[in-house]
């Protein structure tokens, strides 16, 4: 079955650290990749999408994942956190050609001021 | 534009009522999605719309029912409420196209308990 894996559930740093959470997709051909991120209260919105071409795509507020084909993996990164970016954050995918978009479990980051 | 809208924000239900959660955008979408979110699972599909006229089951439809009224509106139905479906319901829509990348917009969500 297709599915998404996130590897950690909860992520506890301080501002400045280094972010790096991991997503691993399913084999199934050829794909769309997301990270979406829900803030406190708030509803999902997108941080960032593979589509084609560079593997390494830019999101907003300075995030940045990398496809990696060879390990279905699409990993989320920020150098230096701050304490804004305490939320919920999803990996996700969609088959091309399928109209139905799996997502991970989630993770919830919290940063320490 | 207002994107995606849900209504209501809140509601609590008692085991074996009925309700609506109503869910309309303005973005001339094709394909519409209710999920509902539970703490450690993530986002699960209960029903989509590919396209103005058809529905389909995703992951999680049993005790639901939609409606795709029109382009703009997709409808949930719990028909008789159970406590196992007290969570938090997003509706998301998406032009589900290539060029578009399928990205999904979401919702505000509902959260409903049901006691």
């Known amino acids: 079955a297709q599915s998404v894996s996130q590897h950690n559930h909860h992520v506890i740093l301080s501002e400045a650290a280094s972010l790096e959470l991991g997503c691993n997709y399913s084999?199934?051909?050829?794909?769309?990749l997301f990270w979406y991120v829900q803030y406190p209260g708030q509803h999902l919105q997108l941080l960032l999408k593979?589509?084609?071409?560079?593997?390494l795509v830019k999101g907003i507020k300075g995030f940045e994942a990398e496809f990696i084909k060879s390990k279905f993996s699409f990993n989320l990164r920020k150098p230096s956190v701050q304490w804004s970016d305490t939320a919920e954050y999803f990996c996700?995918?969609?088959?091309?050609?399928?109209?139905?978009?799996?997502f991970g479990a989630g993770t919830r980051l919290f940063v320490k001021a | 534009n207002a994107g995606v809208t849900q209504t209501p924000k809140f509601q609590v239900l008692k085991t074996g009522q009925s309700m609506t959660l109503q869910c309309a955008q303005d973005?001339?979408?094709?394909?519409m999605y209710w999920y509902r979110q539970d703490p450690g699972m993530g986002l699960r599909l209960i029903y989509y719309?590919?396209?103005?006229?058809?529905?389909d089951k995703g992951e999680v439809p049993n005790g639901y029912n939609v409606s795709r009224l029109n382009k703009r509106e997709f409808s949930l139905r719990l028909e008789s409420a159970a406590p196992s479906q007290t969570s938090v319901y997003f509706c998301?829509?998406?032009?589900?196209?290539?060029?578009?990348?399928?990205?999904?917009?979401f919702g505000p969500g509902t959260r409903l308990t049901v006691t």
């Open positions: 998301a829509s998406s032009e589900a196209r290539r060029t578009s990348s399928y990205e999904q917009y």
């Open positions: 084999y199934g051909g050829t794909v769309n």
């Open positions: 593979y589509f084609s071409g560079d593997p």
């Open positions: 996700a995918v969609i088959y091309t050609g399928g109209f139905k978009t799996i």
């Open positions: 973005m001339n979408h094709n394909s």
């Open positions: 719309s590919a396209s103005e006229g058809t529905t």
